[in-house]
Every structure is written in C-alpha cells, then in structure tokens.
C-alpha cells in the first residue's frame, strides 16, 4: 500500500524569454530557494532531489550536474538526486517521482525540481525534431508544433472545428496570464488579433503557439505525518498516473482524439473515485502548449463529449467565472519552460487546493487536476489534488 | 565599473553521428532506390503490413520476417502546412503527412507537393483529409525516404 503523500510547498520563478541576469544554477536557486520558504524548511529537512529537464535544450547535456547544489545544496550535502526526462512530460514525471519516493516509504521530504532555459537555444524546433527517428522521418520535422497542427487539422475535418475556436482558447489562456505574475506572455488578446498573427503550420498562428521560456519550479512532498508538523494547507495526492503511447505517429492516424490521455483519466479517475470529472474537479491545469490541445483536453478528460471542445470554450464553462476554470495561470500556451511546464502544472494546482494561488485563485478549491503531454504527443502524466485527506 | 553589463556566451554544438538503419529500413530504403518500389512487413500474428516496416509488431511482440510489397498510392489521413522556416528543414511553405498506402495497414509519414500552399486560405482547400496521393519519385535516387520527392494528388 502506497502511503499517503502530501504536496507542502511550492516554488515558481519569474519567466522570460531571456534571463541574461542570471545563470542556470541561479534560475534553479530561486525556484528551490520559494520552495524551501513556502515551507520554512531548510535544505538539511530534504531527504531527496528529484530533477527534470529536456536535455538538450539548455545546451547542456546534464544539466542536473550544474544544478546540483541549487537543488537544496545537494551536491554539497551529499544528498540523493535522480534525473527524470520524458520529453513534455518531463515536469509531470519529476512530480509523479517525487509522489513515489514518498509514497514509497523510502523518503519522507523530497524535492521535486524541474529547470529549463528554453530562451538559450537559437531554435528549438531544432532540438524538437532530434525527437524523431533518423531513417524514416527525422527529414518531415515532425517535432511538437506540426504533431499539434495535425490534431488541429483533423479536429476541423471530423469535427467542425474552426480557427476562431482555436483563437478562443489563446484569448482565454492570455486573459488568465494577466493575473499569473509568473507567466511569460502577459499581454490582452483579442481574437480579431489573434486570427491576423502570422501563420506557422496551418492552422495554428503564432498567438496559437507558446513561446520559448526560461523558468524553473520546485515543488516539496512529504509523508502524511511531516506534512501536517510542516504546513496547515497540505495539497494532498489523491490520485497519479502515467501512460505512454506507441512509437509511430503513422499508426494511429486519429490525431481528431487524444485516446491516451482519455485512457489515463480514466484510470486515475477510478482509483480517486471521480465519476463525474465536470462536477467534481474545482479546476484543472492542462497542458496547453498549442490552442488546439485544450479543447481536446477538455474532451479527454471527460469535461464534455467528442467533438464539443470549442462550444464548452465558447460557453465561458472554463474561464474564470465558470464552473470548472481551467489553467487559471494561463498553461503553457502563455509559458514554456519544457521540462518544468508539467511541474508548473502541478504546482499551479496545489496553490489552488492550498487557496494560495493569489489573484488567479479560484474560490473554494477541493479537487484540481494537473496535466502534462510530452514525447510527440504520445505520454501524459495526470496529478489529482484534493484538499480533503483521501 | 559598469553592472548592466550581462556578458553571452556564445556556443554552437556540430556533433557528428552515424544511425545505424539495420536490415529491415536498409532493405526498405533500398528498394526505394533500386526498385521505385515501397516494401512493408507483415505480422506473423495480427497480419498487419506495417510500413514503415520494422523488425517486430508493436502489438503482437513478435518478430516480423514475411515482405510485402505495398503501392506507391495511397491516401492522406492528417497533415500540416508549414510556413515558419527551421533550421534544417525545407523552405516554407511545404506540407507534410501521414500517408496510408494502398495495401498497408499504417500510414508513412512523407512530404505533400506538387499544391500552391503560398496562401493557407487556398492551401486547405486543395490538401484534404482522405485526398488521394501518389509517389513523385526522383530520378536521382540514393537508399534514402527523400528518394520519393512528394506525394502530389493523384493525377485524373
Ligand atoms: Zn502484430
């Protein structure tokens, strides 16, 4: 029996494009350096690091070996540290280990750290199809964004879906960002302007695209008896999962649904005893890194039925004043930092259950969901939160 | 000494390597270059012809060892027009896809051509889900996916 594990502390970071003030190490330090005095712990209280990143972007190929000690003085401490990579999903992952170590009984305190400094590469889109393999189809560049137009592509065949509903998810997400002071694009978009940005792989223009950000999270987790000695708000995790797909994209050629992640929710479901996802989830963060992936997440996840994605948007049920907001921080749509999104997703979740989530805080909190997609589409990582011990 | 100065250090990674395609896309990628021909596998187990063909079934965990020869025309099941350029990658604009040809059970992810895609609006209109597609083959052919130009809409 896993035992039960508590989410206690939360560090984000200011993201950018560019942070030229600082070094990585220096990017990591201020996202563990929140952690530790959300929690008031020190580093000597962490039993284990968990870290996450999308090697190469940074340019770096262990990046966890220049961050080490920014990881609550690992490296100096001499402490465990484990390197969690799995594309998007990265972030999810990283959390999903620090939930194990503890739930494990192995560790009590561990630190769970995704870094990325997505604004160092030149073009990421480079490293994105490094993805791919190198006999068959590294030469289409099939890397995030054209996986993403071709969900978008199908999803406008089989469904109807038009670019004004794809505009309507980057207005949403943006109109969120402006209350997220952690967020990179922070601007107000209106969908007039977001149909006239440029084109970069039909459909999706660029207001339908995230941005290259640099930015970190940490997140603290904790045994059921250290969490309560360490906070009054433990996020408690109700329910985890992971799922994977197969390698070609050529084999499941229904880009219109995202089975996978429809698949993992409802295993997740079942062992957190959701039955209605719609009533019972207070908010959820997904991982929105193209517009067109929220209306299949809402979809997926069982928000509304196939197809319907656009009309629960444009129905205003998700946005902050609807009865299940999603990605009050604006998603990734607004913010990229690769490897830490998914662990941002997290957080950004349990500062809701924790009803410290400031001025995107979404009133009384009990059950949110945290998402993540990685790997060209194929893995997900789901984290349900609750505020009620399970 | 002046403190809003924030030095870059500048740095490109040029890493040589070498793939190994092993017997199965070697035979594949040769017969695109010695045949004008597109081979699959079957499995043993489910009878699928998966192409690109590959050493095992995914689903069955069996290997896979019977060829089959597929067509070089097909149909398009999902694609994308590309209009931002990257590193590598052809000039936009250019689509790109999945592409199930006749006589396999898995698509082949490959170029679309031969369609104006200067305007997206006109682009959409003429690369269609379900569109047919043929193989533009080049004449200059090396063991290599590039081998087949495009696939253009098949030709009435
Ligand atoms: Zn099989």
């Known amino acids: 029996m896993p035992r039960r594990v508590a989410l206690v502390g939360v560090g984000l970071t200011k993201t950018a494009n560019r942070r030229k003030d600082i070094t990585y190490p220096e990017l990591t330090f201020e996202a563990v350096n929140n952690a530790l005095s959300f929690t008031h712990l020190k ?30 003085s690992a490296g100096v401490l001499n402490k465990p540290l484990m390197k969690i990579s799995t594309g998007g999903t990265t972030g999810g992952s990283t959390a999903l280990a620090g939930y194990y170590n503890v739930a494990s009984g192995l560790f009590d305190v561990v630190l769970a750290v995704a870094s990325q400094r997505v604004g160092e590469t030149i073009d990421a889109q480079q490293v994105l199809n490094t993805c791919l393999e190198p006999c068959y189809e590294r030469p289409f560049g099939f890397g995030a964004i054209m996986i993403a137009a071709m969900q978008a592509t199908s999803h406008m065949h089989y469904y109807g879906t038009t670019e004004e509903d794809l505009a309507r998810v980057a207005v949403q997400n943006h109109e969120h960002a402006l209350n997220n002071p952690h967020a990179h694009l922070r601007f107000k978009l209106t969908i007039e302007e977001a149909l006239k940005t440029r084109m970069i792989s039909w459909p999706l223009k660029l207001a339908d695209c995230c941005p290259s950000s640099d930015g970190a999270c940490a997140l603290i987790f904790a045994s059921e008896e250290k969490a309560e000695k360490i906070t009054s708000t433990p996020a408690w995790i109700k329910g985890a999962g992971q ?51 929220q209306i299949l997440e809402y979809e997926a996840l069982g928000f509304c039925e196939k197809g319907e994605g656009g009309k629960l948007l444009a129905s205003g049920a998700t946005s902050m004043n609807g009865s299940l907001p999603v ?18 997703r997290v957080g950004e979740a349990a500062l809701q259950v924790m009803g410290k989530a400031e001025g995107r805080q979404v009133p009384n909190v009990k059950l949110a969901l945290a998402h993540a997609w990685g790997a060209t589409i194929g893995f997900h990582t789901l984290m349900i939160l609750s505020k009620e011990k399970p | ?15 040589p390597y070498r793939h190994s395609a092993g017997r ?25 012809v998966l192409v690109p063909p590959r050493p095992f079934c995914e689903r069955c965990f069996v290997q896979c060892t019977e060829w089959v020869g ?39 992810m490959h170029f679309v051509g031969g369609v104006d895609l200067s305007d997206p609006q006109k682009a959409k209109k003429a690369v269609k889900i379900g569109m047919r597609v043929e193989a533009v083959w080049k004449e200059e052919r090396l063991g290599h996916i590039l081998d087949i130009e495009h696939f253009r809409p098949v030709q009435k």
């Open chain 1, 243 to 293: 799922i994977t797909d197969g390698y070609y994209l050529g084999d499941r050629t229904w880009y219109h649904e995202w089975d996978t992640l429809a698949t993992l929710a409802r295993r997740v479901y079942k062992s957190a005893k959701i039955y209605n996802p719609f009533k019972e989830i207070d908010v959820a963060e997904v991982y929105t890194a193209f517009s067109i992936q």
């Open chain 2, 70 to 108: 597929v067509s070089d025309k097909g149909t398009l099941e999902g694609f994308t027009i590309s209009y931002q350029a990257y590193v590598g990658l052809p000039t936009p604009p250019y689509a790109s896809g999945l592409i199930k040809l006749d006589g396999a059970d898995t698509a082949l």
């Open chain 1, 43 to 72: 580093p000597e209280d962490i039993d284990a690091v968990v870290y996450g990143s999308m090697d190469p972007f940074d340019g770096l190929s262990c990046p966890e070996k220049w961050n080490v000690d920014s990881c609550a």
């Open chain 2, 24 to 48: 199965f896309a070697s035979r594949f990628l040769i017969a695109l270059r010695d045949e004008k021909k597109v081979y699959g596998v079957r499995c043993p187990r489910c009878k699928r």
């Open chain 1, 327 to 344: 990605c009050p921080s604006g998603s990734v749509i607004c913010t990229n930092p690769i490897g830490a999104s998914g662990l941002i």
């Open chain 2, 1 to 15: 000494m002046n403190t809003e100065e924030l030095i870059e250090v500048q740095e490109r990674w040029n890493i």
